[in-house]
């Protein structure tokens, strides 16, 4: 498709999209990623950076890198993708939160818990607002908030 349709063609990046998610559920996490790398420069060429698509293709990145245990990489992309989320569709959108979120588990996987504990505190009413406080997500930035402060002596 890239050849015949080019690499901006709506078909040719939904492909590339499917592709991912088929070595990301084959388990061939550097397939996904070196498509999600693949996808999301195509869309950052083709439609600009403050595009919607865009900004799925930065969280799908980021979401790869992820899975791909590239943390360092994982953790800057995903707040990236936050700031570009808020400043294109509001804190409080599914995306942002997405984001927001797993940038949070990055500081948590490496150790950084009284930086991850600021932002958990941040995000969790923004999940009661948009979510109710008895949505297991909300539940679980909330069982997340007690662990850290636990750990820390924080009780």
Not at 64 to 78: D, G, L, S
Not at 133 to 147: M, Y
């Amino acid at each position: 498709l890239r050849r015949t349709l080019g690499d901006g063609h709506p078909q040719t990046l939904a492909a590339i999209d499917r592709l991912a998610i088929f070595y990301r559920n084959q388990n061939n996490i550097q397939g996904s990623l070196e498509m999600a790398k693949l996808t999301y420069a195509i869309k950052f060429a083709k439609l600009g950076e403050e595009h919607n698509e865009t900004l799925y293709a930065l969280i799908n990145l980021a979401t790869a890198y992820h899975a791909a245990e590239v943390r360092k990489e994982a953790a800057q992309t995903y707040y990236k993708a936050y700031a570009l989320a808020c400043k294109l569709l509001g804190e409080e959108h599914q995306l942002a939160l997405f984001a927001l979120h797993g940038y949070i588990i990055i500081q948590i996987e490496i150790g950084q818990y009284e930086y991850a504990l600021g932002a958990l505190e941040f995000e969790y009413p923004l999940f009661c607002k948009v979510h109710g406080e008895s949505d297991p997500r909300t539940v679980e930035i909330a069982r997340l908030i007690a662990a850290i402060k636990n750990a820390l002596g924080k009780n």
